[in-house]
């Protein structure tokens, strides 16, 4: 579950990145809710887990968070398209 | 313990998107021009500033590079030549490692005993006759 949640959090950061792109703003029409996906799997790893194998989880569901904001912002501010 | 599973998160991500690239590289092979020049995203740099974005003409320039036109690939985009090499470079390396992981991984995984090229690829601190994390 910590692996899931870490792996999740790599790819939203990635396709974050990918969605910086001028013409590729679209992307963060699926990497929105697909980081939103791995923030819920994160939040419910880290109530999960030992309070000493939390790191991951928390890795993971920052990189989610982060992905849904600047996903969220780059999506404003490209006017949902851009 | 943790640096393992972090290492080995790393890697599956890697290759999930190392998937998306093989797509991505495979579709002009397959597809027909008209199909792949509908599926790719319209520029809208091009739409509302009237000028074009960095990644312009990439989708031209890959198609043109699978059918071995690697001129007008470069005067499609510059950086087409350059990004279509780095992905193949890429993919072979994920396939190479892919390999591996599954031909000694899976022992690693399953069998409960140490492994030995693949962890010393992946876990570079792997202990040696040690006992797997796993359990």
Same mark, same amino acid.
């Given at each position: 579950?910590?692996?899931?949640?870490?792996?999740?959090?790599?790819?939203?950061?990635?396709?974050? &990145?990918?969605?910086? &792109?001028?013409?590729?703003?679209? /992307?963060?029409?699926?990497?929105?809710?697909?980081?939103?996906?791995?923030?819920?799997?994160?939040?419910?790893? /880290?109530?999960?887990?030992?309070?000493?194998?939390?790191?991951?989880?928390?890795?993971?569901?920052?990189?989610?968070?982060?992905?849904?904001?600047?996903?969220?912002?780059?999506?404003?501010?490209?006017?949902?398209?851009? | 313990? =943790?640096? @393992?599973?972090? %290492?080995?998160?790393?890697?599956? =991500?890697?290759?999930?998107?190392?998937?998306?690239?093989?797509?991505?590289? !495979?579709?002009? #092979?397959? !597809?027909?021009?008209?199909?792949? %020049?509908?599926?790719?995203?319209?520029?809208?740099? @091009?739409?509302?500033?009237?000028?074009?974005?960095? #990644?312009?003409?990439?989708?031209?320039?890959? #198609?043109?590079?699978?059918?071995?036109?690697?001129?007008? =690939?470069?005067?499609?985009?510059?950086?087409?030549?350059?990004?279509?090499?780095?992905?193949?470079?890429?993919?072979?390396?994920?396939?190479?490692?892919?390999?591996?992981?599954?031909?000694?991984?899976?022992?690693? !995984?399953?069998?409960? @005993?140490?492994?030995?090229?693949?962890?010393?690829? !992946?876990?570079?601190?792997?202990?040696?006759?040690?006992?797997?994390?796993?359990?």
């Amino acid at each position: 579950m910590q692996v899931l949640s870490l792996v999740w959090g790599i790819l939203a950061i990635c396709g974050m &990145f990918v969605a910086f &792109f001028p013409c590729l703003g679209s /992307l963060n029409w699926i990497n929105i809710p697909f980081s939103f996906m791995g923030l819920i799997i994160g939040i419910v790893t /880290l109530a999960t887990t030992k309070e000493t194998q939390k790191g991951m989880s928390i890795a993971g569901t920052i990189c989610c968070g982060v992905a849904v904001l600047f996903g969220l912002i780059r999506l404003a501010a490209g006017g949902g398209v851009l | 313990m =943790a640096g @393992k599973e972090v %290492r080995l998160s790393f890697f599956i =991500a890697w290759m999930v998107i190392s998937a998306a690239v093989f797509a991505v590289l !495979l579709a002009p #092979m397959i !597809l027909p021009g008209a199909t792949i %020049r509908r599926l790719a995203p319209r520029c809208e740099w @091009k739409v509302r500033y009237g000028r074009e974005c960095p #990644m312009c003409g990439m989708t031209t320039g890959f #198609m043109l590079i699978c059918r071995g036109k690697f001129k007008e =690939a470069r005067a499609a985009n510059r950086a087409s030549i350059s990004l279509f090499s780095i992905l193949v470079a890429n993919e072979v390396c994920a396939i190479l490692l892919l390999g591996r992981f599954i031909e000694e991984g899976r022992h690693f !995984l399953l069998a409960q @005993k140490p492994s030995t090229s693949i962890e010393a690829t !992946l876990f570079n601190n792997a202990p040696q006759g040690g006992t797997s994390c796993r359990s």
